[in-house]
Protein backbone atom coordinates (compact mmCIF):
# COMPACT_ATOMS: atom_id res chain seq x y z
CA UNK A 1 0.00 0.00 0.00
CA UNK A 2 1.47 3.64 -0.42
CA UNK A 3 0.08 6.13 1.83
CA UNK A 4 1.82 9.50 1.09
CA UNK A 5 5.21 8.50 2.43
CA UNK A 6 6.17 12.17 1.73
CA UNK A 7 5.07 13.22 5.00
CA UNK A 8 7.50 13.33 7.34
CA UNK A 9 6.56 12.65 10.90
CA UNK A 10 8.96 13.76 13.89
CA UNK A 11 9.23 11.53 17.01
CA UNK A 12 7.84 13.19 19.17
CA UNK A 13 4.95 16.46 18.96
CA UNK A 14 4.33 18.97 20.66
CA UNK A 15 0.36 17.96 22.68
CA UNK A 16 -1.16 21.18 22.35
CA UNK A 17 2.14 23.29 22.52
CA UNK A 18 4.53 22.62 24.88
CA UNK A 19 1.64 22.42 27.47
CA UNK A 20 3.45 21.32 30.55
CA UNK A 21 5.49 24.69 30.41
CA UNK A 22 2.67 26.85 29.13
CA UNK A 23 -1.07 27.62 29.21
CA UNK A 24 -2.34 24.69 26.34
CA UNK A 25 -3.62 25.65 22.76
CA UNK A 26 -1.54 29.15 23.15
CA UNK A 27 0.67 31.06 20.96
CA UNK A 28 3.16 30.98 23.56
CA UNK A 29 2.72 26.75 24.04
CA UNK A 30 3.35 27.27 20.46
CA UNK A 31 6.58 29.52 20.36
CA UNK A 32 7.69 26.98 23.40
CA UNK A 33 7.88 24.15 21.65
CA UNK A 34 9.69 25.53 18.82
CA UNK A 35 12.20 26.86 21.81
CA UNK A 36 12.80 23.49 23.27
CA UNK A 37 13.62 22.29 19.88
CA UNK A 38 9.57 20.36 18.42
CA UNK A 39 9.14 20.13 15.19
CA UNK A 40 5.30 19.66 14.57
CA UNK A 41 2.93 20.55 17.11
CA UNK A 42 -1.23 19.28 17.83
CA UNK A 43 -3.80 21.45 18.53
CA UNK A 44 -7.36 21.43 18.78
CA UNK A 45 -9.90 23.64 16.64
CA UNK A 46 -13.59 24.47 17.30
CA UNK A 47 -16.19 27.03 16.28
CA UNK A 48 -16.97 30.44 17.62
CA UNK A 49 -21.01 31.88 17.52
CA UNK A 50 -19.60 33.92 14.75
CA UNK A 51 -18.04 30.91 13.05
CA UNK A 52 -14.84 31.84 13.79
CA UNK A 53 -12.49 28.76 13.50
CA UNK A 54 -10.16 28.44 17.22
CA UNK A 55 -7.90 26.72 19.33
CA UNK A 56 -8.84 25.13 22.17
CA UNK A 57 -10.06 22.49 24.20
CA UNK A 58 -12.82 22.10 25.65
CA UNK A 59 -16.68 22.76 24.79
CA UNK A 60 -16.95 24.88 27.87
CA UNK A 61 -14.71 27.90 28.79
CA UNK A 62 -13.66 27.17 32.62
CA UNK A 63 -10.98 25.02 32.66
CA UNK A 64 -8.53 27.06 30.58
CA UNK A 65 -10.07 30.79 30.74
CA UNK A 66 -11.58 33.05 32.99
CA UNK A 67 -14.84 33.25 31.14
CA UNK A 68 -18.10 30.96 31.55
CA UNK A 69 -20.05 28.98 29.84
CA UNK A 70 -19.77 27.58 26.12
CA UNK A 71 -17.12 28.78 24.27
CA UNK A 72 -19.91 27.85 20.77
CA UNK A 73 -22.02 31.22 22.75
CA UNK A 74 -19.81 33.45 21.89
CA UNK A 75 -18.58 35.43 18.88
CA UNK A 76 -14.22 35.58 18.21
CA UNK A 77 -14.41 39.41 19.39
CA UNK A 78 -15.88 38.07 23.09
CA UNK A 79 -13.62 34.97 23.38
CA UNK A 80 -10.66 37.25 22.48
CA UNK A 81 -10.67 39.33 25.39
CA UNK A 82 -10.83 36.62 28.33
CA UNK A 83 -7.45 35.44 29.74
CA UNK A 84 -6.51 32.10 28.59
CA UNK A 85 -3.31 32.38 30.77
CA UNK A 86 -3.09 33.47 34.36
CA UNK A 87 -5.21 29.80 34.92
CA UNK A 88 -1.92 28.46 34.37
CA UNK A 89 0.60 30.73 36.08
CA UNK A 90 0.82 34.17 36.66
CA UNK A 91 3.33 35.38 33.97
CA UNK A 92 1.06 33.87 31.25
CA UNK A 93 -1.49 36.89 32.33
CA UNK A 94 -2.85 38.18 29.13
CA UNK A 95 -2.78 35.41 26.66
CA UNK A 96 -5.56 35.04 24.39
CA UNK A 97 -7.74 32.50 23.09
CA UNK A 98 -5.69 32.45 19.09
CA UNK A 99 -7.57 32.05 16.17
CA UNK A 100 -7.02 29.03 13.72
CA UNK A 101 -5.44 31.70 11.03
CA UNK A 102 -3.00 33.81 13.18
CA UNK A 103 -1.86 30.13 14.50
CA UNK A 104 -1.19 29.10 11.23
CA UNK A 105 0.86 32.42 10.44
CA UNK A 106 3.06 31.80 13.56
CA UNK A 107 3.40 28.13 13.06
CA UNK A 108 4.38 28.83 9.46
CA UNK A 109 7.01 31.86 10.84
CA UNK A 110 8.40 29.03 13.45
CA UNK A 111 9.01 26.63 10.82
CA UNK A 112 6.96 23.97 12.14
CA UNK A 113 4.72 21.13 11.75
CA UNK A 114 1.02 20.73 12.10
CA UNK A 115 -1.42 18.34 13.63
CA UNK A 116 -4.89 19.86 13.51
CA UNK A 117 -7.04 17.93 15.18
CA UNK A 118 -11.11 19.22 13.89
CA UNK A 119 -12.38 19.21 17.85
CA UNK A 120 -16.10 19.78 16.77
CA UNK A 121 -18.99 20.33 19.88
CA UNK A 122 -21.71 17.90 19.21
CA UNK A 123 -23.89 18.65 16.52
CA UNK A 124 -21.38 21.50 15.04
CA UNK A 125 -19.35 18.88 12.71
CA UNK A 126 -20.49 19.77 9.87
CA UNK A 127 -20.12 23.99 10.29
CA UNK A 128 -16.79 23.35 12.14
CA UNK A 129 -15.27 21.15 9.18
CA UNK A 130 -16.12 23.72 6.54
CA UNK A 131 -15.27 27.11 8.58
CA UNK A 132 -11.29 25.04 9.04
CA UNK A 133 -11.76 23.95 5.18
CA UNK A 134 -12.41 27.43 4.36
CA UNK A 135 -9.61 29.23 6.31
CA UNK A 136 -7.30 26.24 5.01
CA UNK A 137 -7.91 26.79 1.23
CA UNK A 138 -7.06 30.99 2.04
CA UNK A 139 -3.55 29.41 3.25
CA UNK A 140 -0.26 28.44 1.43
CA UNK A 141 0.28 25.26 3.15
CA UNK A 142 3.46 24.60 0.90
CA UNK A 143 5.82 25.67 3.99
CA UNK A 144 3.53 24.07 6.35
CA UNK A 145 3.47 20.30 7.13
CA UNK A 146 -0.26 19.50 7.60
CA UNK A 147 -2.11 16.27 9.15
CA UNK A 148 -5.33 16.48 9.84
CA UNK A 149 -6.89 14.89 12.73
CA UNK A 150 -10.33 13.78 14.17
CA UNK A 151 -12.73 11.61 16.36
CA UNK A 152 -15.37 12.45 14.39
CA UNK A 153 -15.35 9.79 11.05
CA UNK A 154 -17.61 12.78 9.32
CA UNK A 155 -15.03 15.42 9.60
CA UNK A 156 -12.55 13.66 8.24
CA UNK A 157 -14.99 12.66 5.06
CA UNK A 158 -15.97 15.97 4.70
CA UNK A 159 -12.00 16.99 4.54
CA UNK A 160 -11.69 14.11 2.36
CA UNK A 161 -14.14 15.58 -0.73
CA UNK A 162 -13.39 18.87 0.19
CA UNK A 163 -9.87 19.02 0.42
CA UNK A 164 -8.63 15.47 -0.76
CA UNK A 165 -4.76 16.46 -0.79
CA UNK A 166 -4.18 17.23 2.71
CA UNK A 167 -3.41 13.89 4.79
CA UNK A 168 -6.10 12.35 7.31
CA UNK A 169 -5.29 10.50 10.43
CA UNK A 170 -7.94 8.53 12.00
CA UNK A 171 -8.50 9.67 16.26
CA UNK A 172 -9.49 6.73 18.03
CA UNK A 173 -9.24 6.03 22.04
CA UNK A 174 -9.29 2.57 21.94
CA UNK A 175 -8.30 0.62 18.77
CA UNK A 176 -11.88 -0.54 17.30
CA UNK A 177 -11.77 -3.90 15.53
CA UNK A 178 -13.26 -1.69 12.06
CA UNK A 179 -9.82 0.51 12.45
CA UNK A 180 -8.85 -1.20 8.83
CA UNK A 181 -11.87 -0.56 7.03
CA UNK A 182 -12.12 3.15 8.46
CA UNK A 183 -8.71 4.40 7.79
CA UNK A 184 -9.58 2.99 4.19
CA UNK A 185 -12.56 4.03 3.80
CA UNK A 186 -11.86 7.79 5.20
CA UNK A 187 -8.54 7.19 2.68
CA UNK A 188 -6.24 7.85 6.05
CA UNK A 189 -2.29 7.74 6.23
CA UNK A 190 -2.15 7.26 9.98
CA UNK A 191 -4.43 6.26 13.05
CA UNK A 192 -3.88 7.71 16.51
CA UNK A 193 -4.37 6.50 19.44
CA UNK A 194 -4.44 6.45 23.59
CA UNK A 195 -1.34 4.20 23.98
CA UNK A 196 -2.45 2.82 27.48
CA UNK A 197 -4.96 0.56 25.55
CA UNK A 198 -2.40 -0.16 22.58
CA UNK A 199 -0.95 -4.08 22.56
CA UNK A 200 1.95 -4.61 20.48
CA UNK A 201 0.56 -6.75 18.43
CA UNK A 202 -2.30 -4.10 17.23
CA UNK A 203 0.64 -1.74 16.63
CA UNK A 204 2.66 -4.44 14.02
CA UNK A 205 -0.63 -5.08 12.79
CA UNK A 206 -0.94 -1.12 11.96
CA UNK A 207 2.41 -0.78 10.67
CA UNK A 208 2.26 -3.93 8.85
CA UNK A 209 -1.12 -2.26 7.05
CA UNK A 210 0.86 0.54 5.66
CA UNK A 211 -0.38 2.91 8.19
CA UNK A 212 1.54 5.88 10.17
CA UNK A 213 1.01 5.52 14.06
CA UNK A 214 0.57 7.72 16.40
CA UNK A 215 -0.21 7.37 19.86
CA UNK A 216 -0.72 10.34 23.13
CA UNK A 217 -0.58 11.00 25.10
CA UNK A 218 3.18 10.21 26.10
CA UNK A 219 5.08 12.12 28.71
CA UNK A 220 7.77 9.54 30.07
CA UNK A 221 10.44 8.88 28.11
CA UNK A 222 10.68 4.96 28.66
CA UNK A 223 7.34 4.80 27.72
CA UNK A 224 8.20 6.69 24.43
CA UNK A 225 11.27 4.31 24.21
CA UNK A 226 8.56 1.32 24.51
CA UNK A 227 6.14 2.63 21.74
CA UNK A 228 8.97 3.35 19.62
CA UNK A 229 10.60 0.09 19.71
CA UNK A 230 6.74 -1.24 18.77
CA UNK A 231 6.75 0.83 15.34
CA UNK A 232 4.95 3.91 16.76
CA UNK A 233 6.00 6.60 14.71
CA UNK A 234 5.33 9.54 16.87
CA UNK A 235 3.90 9.87 20.18
CA UNK A 236 2.51 13.57 21.53
CA UNK A 237 3.86 15.14 24.55
CA UNK A 238 3.24 17.38 26.82
CA UNK A 239 6.93 17.67 27.69
CA UNK A 240 8.41 17.65 23.84
CA UNK A 241 11.80 18.27 25.51
CA UNK A 242 11.72 15.83 27.91
CA UNK A 243 11.13 12.80 26.20
O1 LIG B 1 -4.64 14.38 18.99
C1 LIG B 1 -4.24 13.64 20.09
C2 LIG B 1 -5.00 14.02 21.35
O2 LIG B 1 -4.94 15.42 21.48
C3 LIG B 1 -6.43 13.58 21.32
O3 LIG B 1 -7.11 13.79 22.52
O4 LIG B 1 -8.49 15.08 24.10
O5 LIG B 1 -6.07 15.54 23.98
O6 LIG B 1 -7.58 16.24 22.13
P1 LIG B 1 -7.31 15.22 23.21
MG1 LIG C 1 -6.13 17.05 20.72
Known amino acids: ?3 TPSLQ ?4 IAH ?3 SANAPENTLS ?3 LAAARGAKWVELDVMLSACQTPIVFHDDTLERCSNGVGNVADYAYMQLRRLDAGSWFAPEFVG ?4 SLAETLALLKQLNMGLNLEIKPRQGLEQATTQAIINILKKTDLNHL ?3 VSSFSPFCLELMRLQ ?4 PRGLLVDMLPNSWQTQLKSLDCVSLHCDYHYLKAHQAKAIKTA ?3 LLTYTVNQREKAQELFSWGVDAVFSDKPDLV
Open 9 to 12: LPPV
Open 145 to 147: PLL
Open 163 to 166: LPHV
Open 210 to 212: GYM
Open 1 to 3: QDI
Open 95 to 98: EHIP
Open 29 to 31: AFR
Open 16 to 18: RGA
